[in-house]
């Protein structure tokens, strides 16, 4: 069965893309934490990142590193934070979280409700920057 993240890579389910190569696929978190917040993940089906592939590991993150810079250019922060926790979704991925302190990263804070225009607007501005 195909994850909602596989979904999200086929364009069976819509998103709000920020990057793609043939490894790998970027696109804002529905639930941000902050403006900005996005996931990255690989096209391959692994639950648990440290079950990939060295290679695909390495690349994965050289592909997040990527988009940290484009998130850089586009929001306002002090810098982008990063998260693996991967329990919620049986598909590894990254969250990339433009933050101005640490509580931004709290995965306990209420979540954001943006408007889809805005979210629209925040993933065109980041994928220009990519």
Do not use: W
């Not at 999200?8 to 804002?28: C, H, M, Q, R, V």
């Not at 690349?59 to 982008?80: T, W």
């Not at 995965?107 to 954001?112: A, G």
């Amino acid at each position: 069965m195909m994850t909602i993240f596989s979904k999200i890579i086929a364009g069976e389910i819509p998103s709000y893309k920020i990057a793609e190569d043939d490894n790998f696929y970027a696109f804002l978190d529905i639930n941000p934490m902050t403006k900005g917040h996005t996931l990255v993940v690989p096209k391959i089906e692994e639950d648990y990142i440290f079950n990939l592939d060295d290679k695909v590991l390495a690349d994965l993150m050289i592909f997040a590193k990527k988009v940290a810079k484009a998130i850089e250019k586009s929001i306002p922060c002090v810098r982008v934070g990063l998260a693996v926790i991967g329990l919620e979704v049986p598909h590894t991925h990254i969250h990339l979280i433009p933050i101005q302190t640490e509580a931004d990263m709290n995965f306990r804070n209420p979540k954001l409700k943006l408007p889809q225009e805005e979210m629209s607007n925040i993933a065109e501005t980041i994928s220009k920057n990519f």
